[in-house]
């Protein structure tokens, strides 16, 4: 039998910057309520935005993405041509094929970095920074590019008044490169797909789509919309995400402690070892109970971007973790845990020490 | 041992004291959580987990809707409870 020559990668891995873009349209409120009955006060109360950016026709999925990864890679001190892989993580990227990431490996002037989109909802920046460190401790790339962008304003039923005001665009990016120290805690993550109706798309591409009759498998008769949801106007409704509030509340704030707590325990981090907790930023009442139910000390920093830019799915990590650490409110070499958790539904937590 | 009807209703208080800085005294059982105790939709998730451990009873999602007053939550409780 002949012998294959093993690959041969880094010690550990760590990330060694990161980098956001939020789009210039800032949203407030009051422009969420020209749609929907409710108040500013409702929705700061049960979400704790105050407002979110949404993305004009330029800021397009790739745009956003170039934007940040140019400041991740600037941050991490490397050149884009040492960038050996780019994970995008989106649920907002309009066209199936091919992965989005391939042109953002082109635009940043990667030389033909491997590049591949995942789907993994919320929990999307932590699966990237998973497979980054894989690939850099395995030796299949020096330096991994690991995006979360979204359009969520995409995906908004504006007059839908449980979600209207949740979701905003961005996106955010960190370079994952090689450690001699463990700077990126085992990984505890999962997915419990009988839950799979509490967060979803209302309704899928094919169906919306009536005229697609021509494929092989049939599909819909041209023009029957007649069981698909119409807005106010009688138009059928563009597909948007919708969920359950009080099961995704439940699940985030309980079951998600749970593994927020196993990811503290796989990394030997104690609570009061902790310095900054950022857990994707669904809902402020969902950070502040996850905070109570772990029982985090007082002196550790909790982001909460929340407030100004809305949930933004898979970019909602690196993105908080870009204003701490420009806001000063974290510093480089903090251990900060990071957690996340969405449709699917998935989860996927860890301890990293911030770049 | 199963909690009785008067049990349940000062361990809700409790609850609801805890998550939404309610009077105890103000916590009866024709009170509803929303209208009368300013326990809004997602405070009501964490009164009923609350409710779950300290009462060792299981209250899903499904029939989360159903509690809107302290004494639907009450009755639901009692003839629930392990």
């Known amino acids: 039998m002949s012998k294959i020559k093993p690959s041969k990668g880094a010690p550990y891995a760590r990330i060694l910057g990161v980098g956001g873009y939020r789009p210039t349209r800032v949203v407030p409120n009051e422009v969420i309520l020209e749609r929907i009955d409710s108040s500013d006060e409702w929705i700061r109360s049960r979400s704790g935005i105050e407002t ?40 907002s990227h309009f066209s199936q094929t091919p992965a989005v ?19 993994a909802g919320c929990a999307g920046f932590g699966y990237g920074l998973t497979l ?13 590019l690991v995006i979360g962008v979204e359009r969520l304003s995409d995906l908004t039923d504006l007059e839908d008044r449980a979600t209207a005001f949740l979701f905003g665009d961005g996106a955010g990016a960190v370079v994952v490169g090689p450690s001699q120290e463990p700077a990126i805690g ?13 967060i979803k798309q209302t309704v899928p591409w094919d169906k919306f789509f009536p005229h697609s009759r021509l494929r092989p498998s049939g599909g819909t008769p041209a023009g029957d919309v007649s069981d698909l949801p119409l807005d106010s106007q009688g138009n059928v409704k563009f597909p ?86 420009a806001t000063g409110e974290a510093k480089s070499g903090d251990t900060a845990l990071v957690i996340g958790f ?13 770049p | ?23 105890v005294e103000d916590v009866q059982l024709d009170k509803s959580f929303t209208d009368d105790l300013d326990v ?28 809107k007053t302290v004494g639907d939550a009450t009755e639901y409780i009692l003839k629930h409870q392990g």
């Open chain 1, 101 to 119: 990431a391939t042109e953002i490996a082109d635009k940043l002037g990667t030389q033909k970095a491997a590049a591949f989109d995942i789907s």
């Open chain 1, 132 to 144: 980054a460190k894989g690939m850099v401790v395995e030796g299949s790339a020096e330096y991994v």
């Open chain 2, 40 to 67: 809004d939709s997602l405070s009501m998730v964490e009164v009923v987990v609350a409710a779950e451990e300290r009462f060792d009873v299981k209250i899903p999602d499904d029939d989360v809707k159903n509690l």
């Open chain 1, 342 to 354: 969405g449709a699917g539904l998935v989860y996927a937590a860890t301890v990293v020490t911030l």
């Open chain 1, 52 to 91: 979110r950016h949404w993305a004009s026709p330029e800021e397009t999925v790739a745009a956003m993405s170039v934007e940040a990864s140019g400041k991740a890679i600037a941050d991490a001190g490397i050149a884009a041509e040492q960038i050996g892989a780019v994970v995008v993580s989106t649920v």
């Open chain 2, 1 to 23: 041992m199963a909690a009785t009807q008067e049990e349940i209703v000062a361990g809700l208080a409790e609850i609801v004291n805890e998550i939404a800085g309610i009077p």
């Open chain 1, 240 to 325: 948007a995400i919708t969920q359950e509030g009080q099961a995704v509340f439940r699940w985030a704030v309980f079951e998600m402690a749970k593994v927020a707590q196993q990811a503290l325990d796989a990394a030997g981090i104690s609570p009061e070892d902790l310095d900054v907790f950022i857990p994707h930023q669904a809902n402020v009442r969902i950070i502040d109970s996850m905070v109570k139910t772990l029982k985090l000390p007082e002196h550790v920093t909790v982001a909460r971007d929340i407030r100004t830019t809305g949930n933004t799915s898979a970019a909602s990590i690196p993105l908080a973790m870009e204003r701490l650490l």
């Open chain 1, 186 to 198: 085992p990984t505890v993550w999962g997915s419990e797909g009988d839950k799979s109706e509490t």
